[in-house]
């Protein structure tokens, strides 16, 4: 396993259509995050599971947005009917379980809505 | 809510000097961490250094050192001898500790800052 796995590495999709990404986290973390990055800002938190559990949510996270870890090992980030504003890069994250635990990135999903 | 504030978009060093990144946060909480990520143009966030702010003991990896200053809510970033694969963005961010109710809250990442290495 040579780290998180987001596929793919770019999309872009017309505005109103639906999109769906995947991330695959590093084998043995149970934690897996969400974040959004837009051009010239930090990423933004936008959902967390442990195991196939969805525990936190982000305002961010418009009912258009949807995310499930059926399995608790790999992830799926829905948005429907997508608008120019969800234009960004979708980075996801793995940890693990701890009271001290580095989150492993992702090379990100660069989303176009044109 | 916390917020992480990186007041340099940009920043600038000659190749082998000293650079200091800062960062500062705002929390309530007493029990939390600290990070600084890098981000190179291939876009994946790499962690650099972590603090617990529990820990007086300022961190440090190799040629990278954060000055702590828990009162003051600072956490800035030293790399010394620069070299040119240290060009990237650099996010700091914040997570809530265990105690404090979180422990596994997602990052809060600030603006970060784009740093340039002159040869």
């Known amino acids: 396993d040579t780290g998180v796995s987001q596929n793919p590495r770019h999309k872009i999709t017309k505005r109103g259509q639906n999109v769906t990404f995947r991330c695959d986290p590093i084998s043995e973390h149970n934690r897996l995050y969400w974040y959004r990055q837009t051009l010239g800002q930090g990423p933004e938190f936008l959902t967390y599971?442990?195991?196939?559990?969805?525990?936190?949510k982000s305002r961010l996270l418009s009912d258009r947005f949807s995310a499930e870890r059926p399995k608790g090992s790999f992830s799926t980030l829905e948005i429907q009917r997508t608008e120019q504003g969800d234009s960004a890069m979708y980075l996801c994250?793995?940890?693990?379980?701890?009271?001290?635990?580095?989150?492993?990135f992702g090379q990100g999903t660069r989303l176009t809505v044109v | 809510a916390q917020t992480v504030t990186q007041s340099q978009p940009e920043m600038s060093v000659q190749e082998a000097e000293t650079v200091t990144l800062s960062c500062t946060y705002d929390?309530?909480?007493?029990?939390?961490?600290l990070f600084w990520y890098k981000q190179p143009p291939s876009r994946q966030m790499i962690l650099v250094i972590r603090?617990?702010?529990?820990?007086?003991q300022n961190a440090t990896e190799n040629r990278f050192s954060v000055n702590f200053q828990k009162a003051a809510k600072s956490f800035s970033l030293k790399i010394s001898d620069s070299q040119l694969g240290d060009a990237a963005m650099y996010f700091c961010?914040?997570?809530?500790?265990?105690?404090?109710?979180?422990?596994?809250?997602?990052?809060?990442f600030g603006k970060g800052t784009h740093l340039i290495i002159q040869p």
């Open positions: 929390t309530s909480e007493s029990d939390y961490y």
């Open positions: 603090q617990e702010a529990y820990k007086q």
């Open positions: 961010a914040y997570r809530s500790g265990v105690r404090s109710g979180g422990g596994a809250d997602g990052l809060t």
């Open positions: 599971f442990q195991n196939e559990a969805q525990l936190e």
């Open positions: 994250a793995s940890s693990l379980q701890g009271s001290v635990t580095e989150a492993f």
